[in-house]
Nanobody, 124 residues
Framework: QVQLVESGGGLVQPGGSLRLSCAASGSVSSITAMGWYRQIPGRERELAAYILRDGTTNNAASVKGRFAISWDNAKNTVHLQMNSLKSEDTAVYYC??????????????????WGQGTQVTVMA
């Protein structure tokens, strides 16, 4: 079991910056990747950024050059640094962790854990 606790959301003006944090606990050694989805009002939930344990990252086209995801392995925490924020970035941001569950019979089950979400609002 992996638990995710998010923090750092809030209200920011267009062009401003914000940093989200997601602290993982539980079976953290079984986490293979972490990331951030966001729920923009009126739209489907979309992937904003994703990072593998080897450091490989993938950002949505809409946030490339503005957002940066990082993983502090020592503290079991992933961050999303958001710069040059736009009103279109207003959303609930959800942290995720992809987790491998190792069963007694030797099989591996891939699962995904979610944080509770944190609100980001960008407006003047």
């Amino acid at each position: 079991q992996v638990q995710l606790v998010e923090s750092g959301g809030g209200l920011v003006q267009p062009g401003g910056s914000l940093r989200l944090s997601c602290a993982a606990s539980g079976s953290v050694s079984s986490i293979t990747a972490m990331g951030w989805y966001r729920q923009i009002p009126g739209r489907e939930r979309e992937l904003a950024a994703y990072i593998l344990r080897d450091g490989t990252t993938n950002n949505a086209a809409s946030v490339k050059g503005r957002f940066a995801i990082s993983w502090d392995n020592a503290k079991n925490t992933v961050h999303l640094q958001m710069n040059s924020l736009k009103s279109e970035d207003t959303a609930v941001y959800y942290c995720l962790a992809d987790v491998n569950r190792y069963r007694d019979d030797g099989t591996i089950v891939a699962t995904r854990s979610w944080g509770q979400g944190t609100q980001v609002t960008v407006m003047a």
